[in-house]
């Protein structure tokens, strides 16, 4: 008998949504992929000069994560004192970058599955047809 995944629903960050913690079994994780690089960029005058500005940029961590937890503390916040407006814009801005933020990581997403979809091929184009 295989083995099943478990889910875990946490308490809600927006109204009427919360997250789920999702539990995979070892088997079905796969390894990450080897990181790809379109060495024709490499050929311009200006790479090396933008790869080194690039290299020197310091960066805190993922961006879509830090957003979930500012928004986890503002609703936390926000629940003890519910008619504060200071909160509450607060909030409205925490919300509003966790939302940018998730769109950024849906449009990169998006566009490495372009990149898989465009190396392997779509070979059941006749039967979704």
């Known amino acids: 008998m295989k083995q099943m995944g478990s889910s875990y629903f946490l308490s809600y960050m927006i ?17 990450k992929r080897a990181f790809r690089f379109s060495n024709f960029t490499a050929h311009k005058d200006e790479f090396i000069q933008i790869v080194k500005e690039e290299w020197e940029k310091e960066v805190n961590g993922c961006r879509v994560e830090d957003c979930r937890g500012k928004l986890k503390k503002a609703g936390v916040i926000q629940k ?12 409205c801005k925490v919300l509003t970058d966790s939302y940018e933020a998730m769109k950024d990581e849906e449009r990169l997403l998006h566009q490495k599955a372009k990149v898989d979809w465009l190396n392997e091929g779509d070979m059941n184009t006749v039967f979704f047809s």
């Open 15 to 31: 109204p009427d949504h919360s997250p789920c913690e999702l539990t995979l079994p070892k088997e079905m994780i796969k390894c």
């Open 80 to 91: 003890k004192d519910t008619h504060n407006e200071v909160l509450k814009e607060i909030s």
